[in-house]
């Protein structure tokens, strides 16, 4: 036999621990600060980058991709290495990895509160930029097959082929989603329009929840726990089938963020049944995880790595049977729009995802720096911190979203809304807001408690860059004709086993997908339905700049409590011109979509100014800038032309001077209307263009009503 | 018919995945479920000032 001696990566392995701390910090800080902007809007200071409507989409692709992404990083690295016991393929893979991501995040940092954002939820980053995230991935990728190739162990322990699966099908779900026809450097639209961009888009978010968030923490899982509790994971055949039953099941069940919208109903009923099948595999890896624990739970009560990871590991099981409740209809009915989504996704961010990093974190520095963790005393703290934080975030907010959830469907007894006014729900809450913010800054404390500890223990060590182990080189199994088991044969090959993973995710995308494209009963239209003007087109962009979607929704569910409340349903046949569709997922506002024509042109100017000065209590934050802010016209063409190539049907040289004429007449209507109210505004000011915008939605049908030109 | 399909393909699929898994051999699955515990830095003692908390 052939012993080689090789040595594990450290270095990459500790930098990635340091980013994720740092990140996790930062993330967790503009959490905290959205979460204050809730209950008192003048906390941005009535300064444009930081409004709720910039910083939410900053605190979710920091929290999602800086926080979890570079602790994923951190453990794959870690456990890769050690699983293959081989060194990773290619240290400059590694390190462009590395500093490639850390620079994403950093674009990010700046693009998002400057206002560069596409709008789709946990893909708002525009185009450069995910052009940057694909390179960076793919040589991820490349690394870990590379490594995977290389492997002087003969087996694929489970944990790999979690690795694997989030590997390929966040390649695909990124690439699909971010289809977008650029306008300039840092404008583009989605290729795809309404209904479908909606069902794409949530094919993507809800499996960007299964595929960051969960696989590959699940990998993680499957490596550290044993290693931490020094026992075999409970049953390992358990983990094949947890493993083939989530990355098939886990794919058909985007459509659940869309239950009761213009999305056909077919395509809403399989979302649900395999959301609820959903449960089944995830409730075998939770068992499978604490099961590993048998025997051992004397550890937990010492050693706080332990404890983070039981509750990770809880929080994931507690997650994942809510996931599924939520997407029972009614169960939706009541919860969609409301804080309950809010809540449910804290309970595994901060339960699952947080706590299994500060586990790594805890099991991980001591081993780095050849000591021992500074206190275990105070990451114990930290663990009582953390879960207090968590029960104080979460608690409050499942209150919140249920209280809103009951009060916007409440009629009294003559049948009529028993709160109408929108703001009463939410002024009604906002204690709820409050409370969460405490919780949230306990869970802060606690992790700054953390790097403390972490740093302390690293001074008191000493970093050993490379370990150097010893393996037998790997042999290839001589191939026997018809020896061979197909398992066998399935983990010595990872490029077959990787196909048959892709097939795996890709049957459900395809199932949901295709059918919306290929058959037009799917979106029937509706022939009053035009085109934004150009005034329009521009004040939708500023609304997607500011994030509204972000508390507004554009999608109005049948049921009657809504169609009392904003007016007719929702149809599929109004967003066909809708690149890209902002139906958005929350409302801590009242829904948009039959805006247009509510209320006089001079009530959305002194709105937008101060929220308050129109509707006392609003939570709103001032848009005063847009008031002088001058609108970018030179912008148009360009948009435009974009516009047409994704498939909204603008003549040909429509932008190059009949537009700006368009534009001009439609904003001197506006500046006209404004005088009525005795406000004098400058025609190329942002308000305008934001004005026609929020005065066209929902007007297409109103004007002619139910010419439903279905086929 | 879609419905139909997809419910083919499901069944399809879960059958000959619980099939294979459970054909897997008891020593086979021992090794699989070890591999972690063979490999790694040792675990450092546990601190004296350990506390329970």
């Avoid at chain 1, 392995?13 to 930062?26: L, N, P």
């Avoid at chain 1, 890896?285 to 550890?299: E, F, P, S, V």
């Avoid at chain 1, 295709?514 to 037009?520: F, Q, R």
């Avoid at chain 2, 399909?5 to 020593?27: D, E, H, P, Q, Y």
């Amino acid at each position: 036999m052939n012993i080689e001696t090789f040595k594990y990566d450290n270095r990459i392995v500790r930098a990635f621990a340091i980013a994720t701390v740092v990140w996790g910090i930062v993330g967790m800080l503009v959490g905290l600060l959205a979460a204050v902007e809730l209950f008192f809007p003048g906390a941005n200071l009535n300064f444009q980058f930081i409004t709720f409507g910039r910083i939410r989409p900053l605190h979710t692709n920091a929290v999602i991709f800086a926080f979890v992404g570079n602790g994923m990083f951190m453990g794959i690295y870690y456990s890769l290495q050690r699983l293959c016991k081989a060194r990773m393929f290619s240290d400059f893979l590694s390190w462009f990895n590395f500093w490639g991501w850390q620079l994403i995040i950093v674009a990010a940092a700046v693009t998002l509160p400057l206002g560069f954002t596409t709008s789709k939820e946990y893909a708002e980053l525009e185009w450069p930029i995910k052009v940057a995230i694909a390179v960076v991935w793919i040589a991820f990728g490349v690394n870990l097959f590379g490594t995977i190739i290389k492997r002087r162990e003969k087996h694929m322990y489970v944990a790999i082929w979690f690795y694997i699966a989030t590997v390929v099908t966040i390649t695909v779900l990124h690439v699909t989603n971010s289809m977008t026809m650029p306008a300039g450097w840092f404008k583009s639209y989605s290729m795809y329009a309404g209904v479908q961009d909606a069902l794409v888009q949530w094919w993507y978010g809800h499996n960007a929840v299964a595929f960051f968030l969960t696989t590959p923490y699940l990998g993680l899982m499957y490596y550290f726990l044993p290693k931490a509790a020094n026992r075999p994971v409970f049953s390992y055949r358990l983990s094949i089938i947890h493993f083939w039953a989530l990355v098939f099941i886990y794919i058909w069940a985007g459509p659940h963020h869309l239950l009761y919208s213009a999305l056909p109903d077919w395509a809403q009923s399989l979302g649900m049944v395999f959301s609820l099948m959903l449960i089944a595999p995830s409730w075998g890896g939770m068992l499978n995880g604490l099961l590993t624990l048998r025997g051992a739970w004397d550890k937990v009560r010492q050693d706080p790595m332990l404890k983070f990871m039981v509750a990770a590991v809880t929080a994931y099981g507690m997650a994942t049977l809510e996931g599924p409740l939520l997407s029972i209809k009614t169960v939706n009915s009541l919860s969609h729009y409301s804080d309950w989504t809010i809540a449910h996704v804290h309970t595994g961010a901060l339960g699952w995802n947080g706590f299994l990093t500060f586990s790594m974190l805890y099991y991980l520095f001591p081993r780095l720096y050849k000591t021992q963790l500074w206190s275990t005393k105070l990451a114990n703290y930290h663990f009582w911190i953390a879960m207090l934080g968590m029960i104080f975030y979460v608690l409050p907010i499942y209150v919140a979203g249920i209280t809103e959830g009951l009060m916007w469907k409440q009629f009294n007894a003559d049948g009529f809304l028993q709160y109408p006014n929108f703001l009463e729900t939410i002024v009604h809450v906002v204690p709820m807001f409050e409370l969460r913010a405490i919780g949230g800054t306990l869970y802060i404390v606690g992790t700054f408690m953390m790097a403390y500890n972490l740093y302390r223990t690293a001074k008191a060590g000493e970093f050993e860059p490379d370990t150097v182990a010893q393996a037998a080189a790997l042999e290839r199994d001589p191939v026997v004709q018809g020896k061979l088991s197909f398992h066998r044969m399935l983990e010595g090959k990872p490029m077959f086993f990787t196909v048959l993973a892709i097939v795996a995710i890709l049957i459900g995308g395809l199932v949901e997908v295709i059918p919306m494209y290929l058959i037009k009963e799917n979106v029937p239209t509706i022939a009053s339905v035009k085109p934004y003007t150009p005034l329009e087109v521009l004040g939708r962009d500023l609304y997607i700049r500011e994030g509204c979607l972000g508390c507004h929704s554009q999608m109005i569910r049948p049921f009657r409590s809504e169609t009392e409340r904003y007016g007719e349903y929702s149809k599929a046949g109004e967003f066909v011109y809708d690149h890209p569709f902002l139906w958005g997922s929350e409302r801590k506002g009242p829904d948009l979509a039959r805006e247009g024509g509510k209320y006089p042109d001079a009530w959305h100017y002194n709105h937008m100014d101060d929220p308050r000065s129109t509707s006392p209590g609003s939570i709103m934050p001032r848009y005063s800038w847009m008031l002088t802010q001058k609108l970018e016209r030179d912008a148009l063409p360009a948009r435009l032309a974009a516009l047409r190539r994704v498939g909204v049907p603008y003549p040909e040289g429509f932008e190059n001077g009949p537009a700006q004429k368009d534009l001009d007449a439609q904003a001197a209507k506006v500046v006209a209307n404004l005088k009525l109210g005795s406000i004098t505004a400058a025609p190329d000011t942002e308000i305008v263009a934001l004005i026609a915008y929020l005065q066209r939605l929902g007007t297409d049908i109103k004007s002619a009503p139910a010419i439903t030109a279905a086929k | 018919m879609y419905g139909v399909i997809s419910i083919c393909i499901f069944v399809a699929f879960f059958t000959g995945m619980l099939l294979w898994a459970f054909t897997k051999k008891a020593n086979y699955l021992d090794k699989m479920g070890s591999l972690p515990l063979e490999s790694g830095e040792q675990e450092p003692k546990a601190k004296s000032n350990a506390e329970e908390l």
